[in-house]
């Protein structure tokens, strides 16, 4: 790979056909459109499976509603670098990192960027390099839309921009990038993220909403029949017809004779109740599987709200855990190592690399949840400060 200026390049500026493009280009609306994108996906081609995922979106309010909820239970808006030790070095390097943090504009957005890799498997945001103070730091990171990526044969992510960077995209540079993943389930990159296992249930509500809004449209609306004497006149039964199509809550009619309007109500309920149990066990299923299955969110007909409402602020969340420690792993691996090898000016020897972690702030979180007291060999572990910042002397 050839050297790069970090400082004045950016590789994935936005080409004309990526600015004025659709959010999604293709409605799905088969059970065999949803079996092509698939198969795009085990390809390693990633356009219309991002397009589907925007589309699911506007389609599906409580599919959305469960994914912010799986990001905002992740991402909190206070966190914490903590050095690896109390060496000074590790020290040193917990500062810096965590100052380069606090000056990144719309820090607490980014990070919502970056977790848009658990719908959808991967997030890609490139690095914005700046000197500062004699230092190389990063003063952005830029969210890139996911859908100008491809995968080659070898699952290696690429800038593809539909075909304009080459049949299997362009190299993504080093130290530009921060390629976040999210294994929902293990596996080739193809099967990471959440909307995969969602795609067939989605599209099965979606025919549910349809079909239920037919029938309510045939069957939901009052019918009106006149009776009219076996003598009336055509003429007669045409005025009538047409007097009843012009009907509405503020239309009077007057009819001679024995000719008797008569409003029927549809009392067919059995469907109707077959299209709501169906939607909301489709609803519970999706909500299991995107949130994870507990008594928080499946209390049971017998059990206590309240008990449940304790426990929902009591209770460590697995998937939380496991996202926040893939988000951590990829903030120490992607961000912090980079500024570490790039700055080793500010330090006597290689420091180890800084923990990232988030703080969710509950009293009642198991110990698990916070750093340890003392690091791997004992040492007392010194957690990062702005005072810190404030010693350094590159501060």
């Known amino acids: ?80 670098v903590t050095p690896s030790s109390n060496d000074p070095d590790d020290t040193a390097a917990a500062a810096f990192v965590s100052d380069v943090l606090d000056k990144i504009p719309d820090l607490y957005q980014r990070f919502l960027s970056i977790a848009e890799a658990i719908p959808v498997g991967f997030s890609a945001h490139e690095f914005e390099w700046k000197y500062r103070n004699g230092n190389l730091e990063v003063t952005d990171i830029m969210y890139v839309n996911p859908r100008r990526f491809i995968y080659t044969p070898q699952w290696q992510l690429r800038l593809y921009d539909y075909g304009l960077k080459g049949a299997y995209g362009e190299e993504l540079l080093p130290n530009k990038w921060l390629i976040h993943t999210s294994l929902e389930r293990q596996g080739d990159p193809c099967m990471y993220g959440l909307v995969r296992g969602i795609a067939y249930p989605f599209l099965f509500r979606h025919y549910t909403q349809k079909f ?109 855990n496991r996202d926040a420690l893939a988000f951590s792993a990829t903030i120490q691996k992607q961000l912090f190592e980079p500024l570490i090898n790039l700055n080793m000016h500010l330090f006597t020897k290689r420091p180890t690399l800084p923990e990232f972690r988030f703080k969710y702030g509950a009293a009642s979180e198991p110990e698990a949840e916070s750093a340890p007291a003392t690091t791997p060999g004992g040492q007392a572990r010194i957690p990062f400060s702005r005072e810190l910042a404030k010693k350094a002397d590159w501060a």
């Open 1 to 80: 790979m050839p050297n790069i200026n970090l400082v004045n390049t950016t590789q994935s500026k936005r080409t004309a056909l990526e600015a004025y493009r659709n959010v999604y280009a293709i409605p799905v609306k088969t059970v065999a459109d949803v079996n092509n994108i698939i198969n795009e996906i085990n390809q390693g081609r990633i356009q219309r499976y991002i397009e589907f995922y925007n589309y699911m979106l506007d389609r599906d309010l409580d599919i959305s509603s469960s994914i912010s909820s799986r990001i905002d239970r992740v991402i909190s808006p206070t966190w914490e």
């Open 212 to 320: 239920w809004l037919h029938y309510s449209e045939v069957y939901g609306q009052p019918h009106i029949l006149v009776h009219v004497a076996e003598t009336t006149p055509d003429d007669v039964i045409e005025a009538i017809r047409t007097e009843l199509e012009h009907w509405s809550y503020d239309h009077v009619s007057v009819v001679k004779g024995d000719t008797k309007p008569e409003i029927t109500q549809g009392s067919n309920t059995t469907s109707v109740d077959g299209f709501e149990r169906f939607l909301k066990w489709s609803t519970d299923s999706i909500t299991r599987f995107i949130l994870g299955s507990s008594d928080i969110n499946q209390a049971g007909e017998v059990g206590s709200l309240a008990a449940v409402q304790q426990r929902a602020t009591s209770v460590v969340d697995p998937k939380r």
